[in-house]
């Protein structure tokens, strides 16, 4: 998922599973992630213990729930049409079974 490197400290790779630790739906988002709406916004505990923040996605927004195991995957976050730049981060998904 990510490498964190401090001086002194040795480098570490998050695995990107984790669970829903608590979650909310957005119907009326803010300026820029209108296109998103309706969409889940979740806490999620990682195996390895950080609580992160993140979008839920390719999930049905009434099958999430507290304890739901989620992976991270990477989707576009926001376009400028003008430019032509996407941009791209982590979201959560539940597993593919």
């Known amino acids: 998922m990510e490498n964190i490197h401090r001086r002194g400290h040795e480098r570490f790779t998050f695995s990107g599973q984790g669970t829903v630790y608590s979650f909310t739906v957005i119907y009326e988002a803010p300026a820029g992630f209108e296109q998103f709406v309706p969409y889940a916004l979740a806490l999620i505990k990682l195996e390895e213990g950080p609580l992160v923040t993140a979008q839920i ?40 079974i």
């Open 57 to 96: 996605t390719d999930t049905d927004l009434d099958k999430i729930y507290i304890g739901m195991p989620v992976e991270m995957v990477t989707r576009l976050l926001s376009e400028d049409g003008d430019r032509g730049l996407r941009h791209y981060g982590y979201k959560f998904r539940s597993p593919v």
